[in-house]
């Protein structure tokens, strides 16, 4: 795979980010506030690129437009985890979540790694990129405020998976999402 490194002035679905916080949570203790965030050390932006190129033309092009129909609240993102984490179940250790183990050498662990596990999606980078091989799991998405990413984007910007690829993750992110879930009992 070979990925771009250039980093275009707008935020771009495929956009691979370093340490994005996610506030987890706001509560009001005795009158002070307390924010929890988690630091993820690398995101993936899911957002389909026509809407975050619209956002971006009609958020910062000339002339002004009447209304900001076209402006995107926020932007979908999903963790990239360590898949030696993944597959000994420790990629969430760090918040007390404990994960099942998915042996790399038997049938599941080839299908995560084959990308025909539906809930993942794997993903491997060249020797030029600081990242290891890498698992998306689709159960764990969030919303990044878009002005944020736009502000972190000059720093944090590492890379751009290419399109064909955005493309293969784009589709098995909306056919994991769009799922039937059937009844348990």
């Known amino acids: 795979m070979k990925v771009r490194k250039q980093n275009l ?40 690129d ?7 033309k009609f958020r910062y092009g000339r002339p002004r437009p009447k209304t900001q129909d076209k402006y995107l609240l926020s932007v979908l993102a999903a963790p990239l985890y360590n898949a030696e984490h993944v597959f000994l179940g420790e990629h969430l250790d ?40 890498s698992v998306i799991d689709f159960k764990h998405y969030f919303a990044v405020n878009i002005e944020y990413l736009k502000k972190e984007k000059k720093s944090d910007f590492v890379c751009r ?14 056919n994991f999402l769009a799922r039937i879930g059937l009844p348990s009992s």
Request: aromatic content about 10%.
């Open 9 to 48: 002035k707008r935020i771009s679905q495929g956009d691979i980010y370093k340490n994005v916080e996610y506030v987890e949570y706001i509560a009001e203790q005795t009158g002070k506030l307390k924010i929890s965030k988690i630091l993820f050390p690398y995101i993936i932006v899911l957002t389909q």
């Open 50 to 56: 026509c809407d975050l190129e619209q956002d971006f």
């Open 94 to 133: 760090e918040l007390g979540i404990k994960m099942r183990k998915i042996n790399k050498r038997k049938t599941e662990g080839k299908k995560v790694m084959q990308n025909q596990d539906p809930r993942y999606h794997y993903i491997e980078f060249p020797e030029d990129i600081p990242i290891v091989a």
């Open 161 to 174: 998976i290419p399109q064909l690829y955005r493309e293969d993750l784009s589709i098995r992110y909306a």
